[in-house]
């Protein structure tokens, strides 16, 4: 292959830099997502132990309030982060011919990233295990409190699991952004030449994937009115997601084997 067919050193630095700026903007819009029924839980909660003398209406009102707020506010990070994931955002997809100095620098830079990755990843993963601990800890109440008073409690103690989820997944998504941007011109892991090819149909049915989950969350927590509770549907729309995305990758896989 002829040189003029290699990435230039300056088009990869402008790649990694521009990657580095959206991690942040993501994931503090990730994380802004997570937080955002938080308020509400608290105010649910509190009210309905009569903590608060104010009204559920109200508390709920104002929690409904809030969480808008910080959907807008993590919309407006996405397009944000999404501007700068523009820059030469090909190499996702195609294919990166690097040259031997070049690489050899991507590979050094890589490697020097390898320690800071891992750190962000053990904190994000065990602030994930831990959040478990205050949905846990309100089985101590068990004995003391009656059923619905102690779904009440569970319903204010689950704003503390999302709060430790929300932050768990901050470090999670800005270091992996950051780590697949090597990988992506390196070509490794997830993204070979094989897998590259399948990226753009899978991000194509992504999009209108999280779409319609925004959709039917706020349909239903708005029709319901069972905010408490509704938040589920997050977690469980990644769990549907992660499945979505590796049955795409094998029909893909399939389609380019034959």
């Avoid at 319609?212 to 349909?219: C, D, E, G, P, R």
Wanted: charged letters at 15%; aromatic letters at 12%; proline letters at 1%.
């Amino acid at each position: 292959m002829s040189q003029k067919n290699y990435l230039s050193q300056s088009s990869v630095q402008d790649f990694l830099s521009a990657r580095k700026r959206s991690s942040t903007l993501i994931a503090t819009g990730v994380m802004l997502c997570i937080f955002s029924p938080i308020l509400l839980l608290v105010l649910i909660s509190l009210t309905r132990l009569d903590i608060l003398t104010t009204s559920i209406n109200f508390a709920t009102g104002t929690g409904v309030i809030v969480l808008l707020v910080f959907i807008a506010a993590a919309v407006a990070l996405f397009i944000a982060g999404n501007r700068w994931l523009k820059v030469n955002e090909n190499y996702e997809y195609e294919d990166c011919n690097l040259s031997e100095e070049l690489r050899k620098q991507i590979l050094k830079s890589s490697n020097d990233y390898e320690t800071q990755h891992m750190v962000f990843k053990i904190m994000g993963i065990t602030f994930c295990i831990l959040s478990a601990i205050p949905l846990m800890s309100g089985a101590l109440f068990m004995g003391s409190l009656s059923n619905s008073r102690l779904d009440d409690l569970m319903t204010g103690l689950s704003a503390i699991t999302v709060l430790l989820v929300g932050v768990g997944v901050f470090f999670l998504v800005k270091s992996n952004i950051i780590y697949d941007s090597f990988n992506i011109i390196l070509q490794l892991d997830d993204y070979t030449s094989e897998k590259k090819a399948g990226k753009k149909l899978i991000e194509k049915y992504a999009t209108i994937y999280w779409m319609t989950i925004s959709f039917v969350y706020l349909a239903y927590s708005f029709m319901s009115n069972n905010w408490s509770q509704s938040w589920m549907i997050w977690p469980l729309a990644g769990i549907a997601y992660g499945i979505f995305e590796a049955i795409l990758s094998l029909k893909k896989k399939k389609a380019v084997s034959e």
